[in-house]
């Protein structure tokens, strides 16, 4: 048996393992399969050879070429496995990275105050059976006083310093503008709340402005009484301030309600043990209401002996400040970004 | 309006009240809960229990000092008392207030001590001082007939409580502006006796003076009386010191007592001179449009024909219910009086009070429809305390006495039942006949439940007339507190949603929720200044009769000028900012339509304005289209992508047209959208800032702003769209460049495009616009690409290019488009 030309093969085994533990990454060892065992791998090229040996020699040559073959092959797959190991121990890593940076935002929304609680109130008397309206800005002197039972003259006019406009009409002073134009749209038994913007002719400070909000509450039904008008101002307003809320009427002249109470509730701040914020009475005033006039029952196309009503008004920008502990009322209509950015949130709690 | 409780005292038994703090803060709550409201009380005097009357025996120069004195007093003591004093008026024989040494009151303490080398023993002191008068000129001129040595709360009511009662809740209650009226009701709370007034007086022979009254409606009675032989001195130090306590001052008694008696019964009184007096006949008439008359307080007016007059035969004396005029005033030489006690239309008063600027405390009273019965029992009060200090004066008339239509006693028909079930309560017959009595009401009691209640006449005028003020009197005497609550029986109501709000909600949503906008909310007023910078819309606005300041007499007719103002305030504090409001703007009705229609209100829509900014471009969103814009055009597509974005979400589409000139003048005139609404009508506008305005603001470049017509949405059907089955056939992506003149605008090349094949164009996006080499001067280059999708079938390249192929042929014809 004649010598076989192994020498070469062994030389190129030993350049392909090199090659092999020589590759970094997985791209140029792909390259070194490539140049060694590829169709036209200097590996592979030795089988040409095969037509040059003895017919004796063949099988042995063919069988020492598979086996480098083989061995190159499994050297490469080994460091294959090595590198993408590596790869991967390098992928899990992520050097200098700070979660803690800030992310990238396409910026941050909000409501107005006076929209958080509108949504809020919204809410509660929408899921007690409230409609929940909306009257104009501008009205008449008809629906501001004269329907009321406010004729002209009538004092309680100068309680409400009033903007009047060229025209006659006026900026209403008070949302109870609505109730007689409630009465006139909806066929009773119904209930309903009116929030929106009221205007009084009178210099601003910290607390009053001479355009604000409330929110009027009207109740229409066959038979109602003081009774009524307490249990339903202390669940409605224990689900406005999201707590049991105590309440208290007292006698209150607004001539569109017989008897007018003013009501209190119990100190939010002390819950009724006395502090500076109630004057240590344990009550703060919080708003006028009672049951409704004959008067304007009759000016709203209802019979008085058949229809009783009761009505409240809600100071809201009093109880948006009271939520959000706002200094100072001229914030909500105005101020600038730095007070608008800060009401997050959707109003539903 | 401020109460005594010593004066109050004087018509019903309070002298456990007078040193007992609690029972006054009971007295307190009870009056709060169950009259009207009291803004608080004070309780005053309590350490004045170490201040006596004193006499001045002597009086020395102070070896060291020039203003000082050093007074010998008699403390009624058999030793003279060593006080040095600075007061000018201190003198032998004066009658004086003296501190003992231990007082402790306005905030010092009087000790022996050395003045200026002079042991002192105490101090001389001033009426205001003490918190019991007026003046700080001197020491006090005491009465000479005062022993020395009593305490000065012997002599005069010093320890008091003094409440103010909010005058808001007193409005409706005539009979509460004055003590007696107070009294009843603490009388009723308390359940004591209310004493009656002593108006015991002796009447003179001679006939009373005539009294015409030309005007019955505007004085519906009129009382007069001629007093003579009085004798103009000081009041009793009783009525000084109720008087000054209740922020009245004290001058006379003719003076002191009118305001006494007004402060007792609420009936406001005036005394006139008798000597300017002309003739023996008193008028009351309207005034002469333009009739000049001077008031007491020295100052001409000028009086319309609605203002009532009182005349003697030759002139006005007095402007009726407000105050008297100059030329009759009372004089501390007067001795010879006419009073007059009379009872004027709230209305009439009202308006010359207004007018004039002249509330006084009894006009004040006027307007709160006073119990015409009280102008007799206030003239004879008068009389009664006028003689107890002048005892010789003497009513030398009959009671003139103009009262031709006295009011028909007024009663009311109700039930025990109806108040119980007005109030939600079971109180019984008796007891609710008992509230009633007890604050002066009479009740007749018809069959155990129906009853005739009667009201008295002070509470007859405006305020009781009703069953449901019954309901308040029981009610607020049972006490609100002792009703037990409970629940209405409800009805199940169909629920009603208001479509305007419904619609602002969804706005809000979107906008502050999905795109980043902070809401803000401005005032209703237009401010002049800003208009001045930024331009004036032509809509009319409405003017304000009585605006707070002259620079906002106008409503506003559009959201976006307090906006920019906003905005203005912001941008110190942020590099960019998207903001909107909701709100009503204000337009005023034509002159024609005003009078067509006089009720109707003017227009006062709902807008949503809302405006973008950014500090330089600062942070601008990427665009393949941007490359060519400068910053204002990107504002405006920044902004108009919200818009947009806003539309789908509330279920409608904006049409954006270049606009024809009807922008607002603070839009920029080109770079400007008229918006239209689905339904095709004008709902708004959209655009950058006018180049006057980057100017005259501090806005800048990247600013645009939109406001759309609320109203106009809310007439939309915003209802969803439906849902689209997601087709199973491959969709075609086609990239189409197509040149075409720079007129036609990227909306109708979309329309063509739309129309190109009615259900295959499923979305047209614009790439890029090319203009330049090699386009032709004129036109552009713009790459769209289309989707086309066949919901039925798969599409074939080949059916999508003969789609494009007429697409392109139609622009040939039609807008002069081609391709390259
Ligand atoms: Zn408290």
């Not at chain 2, 608080?40 to 203003?67: F, K, M």
């Not at chain 2, 007059?309 to 002139?315: K, P, V």
């Amino acid at each position: 048996m004649a010598t076989l030309p192994v020498d070469e093969l062994f030389e190129l085994e030993a350049s392909a393992l090199e090659a092999t533990d020589a590759a970094g990454e997985l791209e140029s060892l792909a390259e070194v399969e490539r140049e060694y065992l590829g169709k036209k791998g200097s590996i592979r090229r030795q089988m040409r050879r095969l037509g040059q040996l003895d017919q004796s020699d063949r099988p042995a040559f063919g069988k020492a070429v598979n086996d480098v073959a083989t061995r190159v092959e499994a050297r490469l797959t080994e460091r294959r496995a090595s590198l993408k190991a590596a790869e991967r121990e390098a992928a899990l890593e992520a050097p200098n990275f700070d979660p803690t940076l800030p992310g990238i935002t396409v910026g941050q929304g909000a409501l107005h105050p006076l929209t958080l609680i509108d949504w809020r109130l919204d809410e509660i008397f929408r899921s007690m059976g409230f409609y929940v309206l909306d009257y104009p800005e501008v009205d008449s002197e008809y629906f501001n006083f004269e329907g009321l039972n406010i004729p002209a003259d009538h004092p309680a006019r100068d309680m409400q310093d009033t903007f009047w406009l060229t025209n006659g009409q006026l900026l209403r002073t008070h949302t109870s503008a609505g109730q007689v134009r409630t009465m006139r749209e909806f066929a009773p038994p119904f209930k309903a709340i009116f929030p929106g913007r009221v205007f009084r002719y009178e210099s601003t400070d910290a607390s009053h402005d001479h355009t604000f909000h409330q929110v009027e509450g009207i109740y229409i039904d066959r038979e109602v009484s003081v009774a009524h008008l307490i249990s339903s101002m202390k669940t409605l307003l224990s689900e406005v301030f999201g707590r049991e809320v105590k309440v208290r009427l007292r006698p209150g002249y607004f001539p569109f309600v017989e008897p007018g109470f003013e009501l209190d509730i119990s100190c939010l701040v002390c819950g009724g043990d006395g502090c500076s914020v109630c004057k240590q009475s344990g009550w703060v005033e919080l708003l006028p209401c009672g049951l409704i006039h004959p008067n304007v029952l009759r000016a709203g196309g209802l019979d008085p002996d058949e229809w009783q009503g009761w009505a409240f008004g809600l100071g809201m920008s009093r109880l948006v400040m009271m939520r959000y502990q706002i200094e100072d009322i001229r914030h909500l209509l105005g101020g600038d970004v730095r007070f608008w950015s800060q009401f997050t949130g959707t109003g539903l709690e | 309006m401020k109460f005594s409780l010593q004066w109050l005292h004087r018509y019903v038994d309070l002298s456990d009240l007078l040193n007992d703090t609690e029972k006054v803060a009971e007295l307190a709550e009870r009056f709060t809960l169950s009259v009207a409201e009291l803004e608080g009380y004070d309780q005053l005097g309590a350490e004045l229990d170490t201040v006596i009357v004193a006499r001045i025996e002597s009086c020395e120069q102070h070896p060291n000092a020039d203003r000082l004195r050093v007074c010998q007093v008699n403390d009624g003591s058999p030793e003279p008392r060593t006080i040095v004093c600075g007061a000018p008026n201190a003198r032998p024989g004066l009658v004086t207030a003296l501190a003992l040494p231990g007082s402790k009151f306005n905030g010092f303490k009087i000790k022996v001590s050395k003045v200026r080398g002079v042991e002192s023993c105490g101090m001389l002191c001033a009426p205001d001082e003490l918190g019991l008068g007026e003046g700080h000129e001197g020491i006090w001129e005491l009465p000479s007939d005062l022993t020395p040595g009593v305490k000065l709360s012997e002599v005069m009511p010093v320890r008091d409580t003094v409440f103010e009662v909010d005058n808001k809740s007193i409005t409706h209650r005539p009979d509460l502006w004055g003590h007696y009226g107070i009294a009843r009701e603490v009388a009723g709370l308390l359940q004591r006796e209310l004493r009656p007034l002593d108006t015991e007086v002796t009447l003179g022979e001679s006939p009373a003076a005539s009294v015409n009254v030309t005007d019955h409606v505007a004085c519906p009675r009129y009382c007069a009386l001629k007093i003579e032989e009085v004798r103009v001195t000081a009041s009793p130090l009783w009525m000084q010191v109720l008087l000054y306590r209740c922020e009245t001052r004290a001058i006379n008694n003719l003076v002191d007592t009118t305001n006494f008696v007004m402060l007792e019964l609420g009936q406001p009184l005036h005394a006139f001179d008798a000597r300017e007096i002309h003739g023996e006949e008193i008028t009351v008439r309207r005034a002469v449009e333009g009739e000049r008359v001077t008031t007491l307080d020295r100052q001409e007016r000028i009086l319309k024909s609605d203002d009532l007059l009182i005349c003697d035969a030759r002139r006005p004396v007095a402007l009726a219910g407000v105050m008297g005029l100059e030329n009759s005033e009372v004089r501390d030489d007067s001795t010879t009086l006419i009073l007059e006690a009379a009872n004027f239309t709230p209305e009439v008063v009202r308006r010359t009070a207004v007018r004039l600027g002249l509330r006084t405390e009894a006009s004040s009273r006027f307007e709160k429809s006073l119990d015409p019965a009280y102008p007799k029992l206030g003239a004879l009060r008068f009389v009664k305390l006028i003689q107890e200090m002048c005892p010789e004066a003497r009513v030398a008339s009959q009671l003139a006495d103009s009262w031709p239509h006295p009011p028909a006693a007024v009663s009311v028909d109700t039930s025990v039942s109806y108040i119980n079930h007005r109030l939600g309560t079971e109180l019984s017959g008796e007891v609710v006949r008992g509230y009633l009595t007890s604050v002066s009401f009479t009740v007749e009691d018809l069959d155990g439940d129906k009853m005739k209640v009667g009201v008295p006449s002070f509470r007859a005028t405006k305020d009781v007339s009703i069953q449901e003020d019954l309901v308040e009197e029981v009610g607020r005497l049972f006490g609100y507190d002792n009703i037990t609550p409970s629940q209405p029986v409800v009805e199940i109501a169909k629920p009603y949603r208001h479509p305007m709000r419904t619609l602002q909600r969804k706005v809000r949503t979107v906008l502050s929720g999905g795109l980043s906008f902070f809401e803000l909310r401005n005032y209703s007023f237009d401010s002049e200044p800003l208009l001045e910078r930024i331009g004036r819309s032509e809509a009319l606005a409405l003017e304000l009769k009585n605006p707070l300041s002259n620079e906002q007499r106008f409503l506003k007719t559009s959201l976006i000028p307090n906006m920019i103002a906003a905005i203005e305030r912001s941008i110190a504090h942020c590099d960019e900012l998207k903001v909107y409001e909701i709100g009503r703007v204000f337009e005023a009705l034509s002159e024609g339509e005003r009078i067509a229609t006089p009720d109707r209100l003017p227009s006062q829509p709902f807008m949503l304005g809302g405006a973008i900014w950014r500090r330089a471009g600062q942070g601008a969103p990427q665009s393949s289209l941007a490359g060519q814009w400068g910053q204002s055009d990107r504002a405006y597509f920044e902004l108009k992508g919200f818009t947009e974005t806003l539309a789908t979400q509330l279920n409608t589409t904006l049409d954006f047209k270049l606009t024809d000139g009807g922008q607002p003048v603070w839009m920029h005139p080109a770079r400007c959208a008229q918006i239209f609404a689905a339904d095709g009508s004008a709902i708004g506008y959209v655009g950058g800032l006018h180049p006057d305005v980057i100017e005259n603001t501090s806005l800048g470049d990247y600013c645009a702003l939109f406001e759309l017509n609320l109203e106009v949405m809310n007439a939309l059907n915003l209802s969803y769209g439906g849902y689209a089955e997601i087709s199973r056939y491959p969709a075609i992506s086609y990239d189409l460049s197509i040149i075409v003149p720079e007129a036609v605008s990227y909306d109708q090349l979309k329309t063509y495009i739309n129309q190109a094949h009615k259900s295959w164009v499923r979305g047209v996006d614009c790439v890029s616009i090319y203009r330049g080499e090699p386009i032709p001067e004129g036109q552009k280059s713009v790459t769209v690409k289309i989707e086309f999708q066949n919901k039925s079938a798969t599409l074939e390249m080949e059916q999508v290019n003969k789609v494009v192929d007429r697409l392109i042929k139609r622009l040939g014809q039609e807008v002069g488009g081609w391709i390259r």
